[in-house]
């Protein structure tokens, strides 16, 4: 079968959706044990307005969607006002401060110019409109922060004056880190930062049971209608031993997997099928290797 073919695998497998992708979509987000529980533990902080929360977390574990879902989740109360920060690389405070007035669309005084106020008075400005939003409008300020390890001494020393803007009862700025275990290293040395850590999780690769529900989760959602079960019990042993449970591991084999079934017009997946794949796999990245090629993706 020609590999043009592959692109719709989705429909010739009888999937009304891609099941297997690895973009952060919601609507895919499966509730493992450990992602229900921070995701839960979120929505309580955030309504408790508890302040700082930290997400840990390999690389692959799920940070991201779980980021995405909670938007999602926030999104459907109409009294949050969020911020997400994808990439927390700001030179200088005073950039973060800005980017953040920018992105909160957060008025300046009439006599403050965004070209040449001082750090003091970006600070100012943001702490009236928390005070305004919180206090007056009964508002909940969220500000996401993923790849939180990329946040230097000077951002974290920022959110950290962010977060002393509090009344007698609650935080006015709620934030929520997502990063990496370096993330914690960094942190555990700043004794005024980690006190006011409210709710700390980090989550770990699934074990073999969510792995499977995981997948069939996801196979169910793309609206999969044909009829037998696509991956037999020792396939998905084989999917586990090869991705340790690491969810974007489980996706991007998983998607070779729903490749390699069309090229080979075939239906159902067996533990030779998904070894087979993975010594492709393997085959064509070590030739790429030698052909002196970077290996960015590889599962
Ligand atoms: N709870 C989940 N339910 C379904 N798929 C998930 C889940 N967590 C992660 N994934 C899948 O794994 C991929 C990688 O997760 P991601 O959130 O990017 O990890 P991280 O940000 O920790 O590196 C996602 O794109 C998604 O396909
Ligand atoms: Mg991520």
Request: glycine share 4%; with cysteine; proline share 3%.
């Amino acid at each position: 079968m020609p590999a043009d073919n592959t692109l719709g695998y989705y429909s010739i497998l009888g999937f009304q959706r891609e099941p297997f992708s690895t973009s952060p979509n919601p609507e895919f987000f499966y509730h493992t044990r450990e992602h229900d529980l921070a995701l839960t533990n979120l929505l309580i902080e955030l309504r408790l307005r508890r302040g700082l929360s930290v997400i840990l977390g390999d690389v692959g574990t799920g940070k991201t969607t779980l980021s995405r879902k909670l938007l999602h989740e926030l999104n459907k109360r109409g009294d949050i006002i969020f911020h997400m920060i994808l990439d927390p690389s700001f030179s200088t405070q005073d950039q973060f401060l800005l980017s953040l007035v920018k992105n909160m669309d957060i008025d300046l005084p009439d006599n403050l110019d965004v070209k040449n106020c001082d750090l003091l008075e970006l600070r100012d400005v943001i702490e009236t409109f928390l005070i305004q939003k919180t206090l007056k409008e009964n508002r909940t300020i969220v500000l996401i922060v993923d790849e939180a390890q990329k946040l230097d001494l000077a951002t974290l020393e920022s959110l950290r004056i962010l977060l002393n803007f509090e009344t007698n009862e609650h935080k006015l700025i709620q934030l929520v880190l997502l990063g990496q275990l370096e993330l914690y290293s960094k942190i555990v040395h700043m004794s005024n930062f980690l006190d006011r850590i409210s709710f700390k999780f980090t989550l770990n690769p699934l074990d073999v049971n969510e792995t499977k529900e995981l997948i069939n989760f996801r196979i169910n959602k793309a609206g999969y209608k044909g009829g037998a079960k696509i991956f037999l019990d020792d396939a998905i042993s084989e999917v586990y031993n090869y991705t340790k449970g690491y969810p974007r591991k489980i996706t991007m084999l998983c998607h070779k997997i729903m490749k390699e079934l069309v090229m080979e017009d075939q239906k159902i997946v067996d533990n030779t099928f998904v070894r087979d794949v993975i010594e492709k796999e393997k085959q064509f990245f070590s030739a790429e290797k030698n052909e002196g090629v970077e290996v960015i993706n590889q599962v």
